[in-house]
């Protein structure tokens, strides 16, 4: 069975204080990884795709990177306005279909202090 | 559309009557999910559509639980004889494609009293 772990559960950071969330994934084919935002009482939005183990995409304070066994969100000198809880998402195939299935992480909560 | 658009927002239901869910995918959009989310953890998967092809409906938790996107556009989920462990957040997402990013409605909030 597919399985997404990201970690920490709950992050808390200083404004302008650096750091990284990890998504730990155990799957059959990979053909994909999301990252998305949510805020509360909101519904996730879409921030990253990443498709290789080596490829890397950045949007302003954020950069998303990934291996064969897990992805980062790295955030560099946050501001208040990212917090936020950040999920990730794995793309399997399922059943050897053309279909790929999207499973959700549990999601880690980042607040950041100003 | 714009964007995602589900209802109602909130649906308050006595125990034991069906309710259904709608989702209003993003215009174009061929794939289209159901997620139920509880408080503080990530969505979980439901069913998938690819056009009007249910593709997977291995989420779905049991037999009262169906959903139909019959033009390939809108999609609606139906609880039948709803039970109060159904209470969740329900939320649609659609792809333009298959295996490509999928974006999310604001939700359901279904409450079973």
């Known amino acids: 069975e597919d399985q997404v772990t990201q970690s920490p559960e709950a992050l808390r950071l200083q404004e302008g204080e650096s750091s990284s969330l990890n998504c730990s994934y155990t799957?059959?084919?990979?053909?994909?990884l999301f990252w998305y935002r949510q805020d509360p009482g909101k519904g996730p939005e879409f921030l990253f795709t990443l498709y290789s183990a080596g490829e890397e995409k950045e949007k302003e304070r954020l950069k998303a990177t990934l291996t064969k066994k897990e992805s980062f969100l790295h955030i560099t000198a946050p501001k208040p306005e990212d917090s936020a809880t950040y999920l990730c998402a794995v793309l399997t195939n399922a059943g050897g279909t053309s279909y790929g299935k999207l499973t959700f992480g549990q999601g880690t909560i980042l607040t950041v202090h100003p | 559309g714009a964007g995602v658009s589900q209802s109602p927002r909130y649906k308050v239901t006595k125990r034991g009557q069906d309710v259904a869910l709608r989702c209003d995918p993003i215009?174009?959009?061929?794939?289209l999910y159901w997620y139920r989310q509880a408080l503080g953890q990530g969505p979980e998967f439901l069913t998938y559509?690819?056009?009007?092809?249910?593709?997977?409906k291995s989420g779905l938790p049991n037999d009262r639980f169906s959903a139909e996107r019959p033009e390939g556009s809108i999609s609606t989920l139906t609880i039948q004889r709803t039970e109060q462990r159904d209470s969740a957040m329900y939320r649609c997402?659609?792809?333009?494609?298959?295996?490509?990013?999928?974006?999310f409605g604001q939700g359901t909030r279904l409450t079973v009293v």
């Open positions: 997402a659609s792809s333009l494609i298959q295996n490509t990013e999928a974006f």
């Open positions: 559509f690819n056009y009007e092809a249910q593709q997977d």
């Open positions: 215009s174009g959009h061929v794939s």
């Open positions: 799957v059959s084919g990979l053909r994909g």
